[in-house]
């Protein structure tokens, strides 16, 4: 599995053209935005969205920009995740995510150091990555994954509780994005 199989895989759950009433982003198509459409220069109408262009989009924006290529060099369940999280909530609560998760699981920072939760993957996210690995070997990342889709799912449920709007989307946000990476 690559990059590759991960987009394909996120425009096969999102689908094609929606233009959900409850749905804050509007127009979507392949699960690309008409905000982030606009923002990357596409003006065109979402329905006629190249896959070309929502692939590149997906690459660029969820996959190299925040850096999830390093955290596949130590863990691709990790980074798959992340980038399915990202595609969903956005690059910066995925990061987050993994940063907490991270703090969580170094037991009182007997095994590396606290991470400072700046939704940032930078140099020491990426080393308490590594020493989590080097501890817990590749089980761990079942474990770490564990706690990235929780605090994904309590997002989720409170994003319902503060909209009632949103709990059109919830039972999908469920179904298709706990576990789907």
Same mark, same amino acid.
Do not use: C
């Given at each position: 599995?690559?990059?590759?199989?991960?987009?394909?895989?996120?425009?096969?759950?999102?689908?094609?053209?929606?233009?959900?009433?409850?749905?804050?982003?509007? &127009?979507?198509?392949?699960?690309?935005?008409?905000?982030? %459409? #606009?923002?990357? $220069?596409?003006?065109? =109408?979402?329905? /006629? +969205?190249?896959?070309?262009?929502?692939?590149?989009?997906?690459?660029?924006?969820?996959?190299?920009?925040?850096?999830?290529?390093?955290?596949?060099?130590?863990?691709?369940?990790?980074?798959?995740?992340?980038?399915?999280?990202?595609?969903?909530?956005?690059?910066?609560?995925?990061?987050?995510?993994?940063?907490?998760?991270?703090?969580?699981?170094?037991?009182?920072?007997?095994?590396? &150091?606290?991470?400072?939760?700046?939704?940032?993957?930078? %140099? #020491?996210?990426? $080393?308490?990555?590594? =020493?989590?690995? /080097? +501890?817990?070997?590749?089980?761990?990342?079942?474990?770490?994954?564990?706690?990235?889709?929780?605090?994904?799912?309590?997002?989720?449920?409170?994003?319902?509780?503060?909209?009632?709007?949103?709990?059109?989307?919830?039972?999908?946000?469920?179904?298709?994005?706990?576990?789907?990476?």
């Amino acid at each position: 599995m690559d990059i590759d199989d991960l987009i394909a895989g996120v425009i096969a759950r999102e689908g094609g053209y929606s233009d959900h009433p409850a749905d804050r982003g509007g &127009p979507t198509n392949m699960g690309i935005s008409q905000a982030v %459409a #606009r923002a990357n $220069g596409y003006y065109g =109408a979402m329905q /006629a +969205l190249p896959r070309t262009l929502a692939e590149s989009l997906y690459r660029r924006l969820y996959w190299d920009q925040p850096g999830y290529g390093f955290v596949a060099e130590t863990s691709w369940k990790i980074a798959a995740e992340l980038f399915d999280t990202a595609v969903n909530m956005g690059a910066a609560t995925a990061t987050g995510f993994l940063q907490r998760a991270l703090n969580a699981l170094n037991r009182n920072q007997q095994d590396y &150091p606290d991470l400072k939760v700046d939704r940032l993957l930078g %140099a #020491r996210t990426l $080393g308490a990555l590594r =020493a989590f690995r /080097a +501890l817990r070997g590749a089980s761990g990342d079942a474990v770490l994954l564990k706690a990235i889709e929780a605090l994904q799912g309590e997002r989720y449920i409170a994003l319902a509780e503060s909209r009632p709007a949103n709990e059109a989307f919830l039972y999908g946000w469920l179904a298709n994005r706990i576990g789907s990476s």
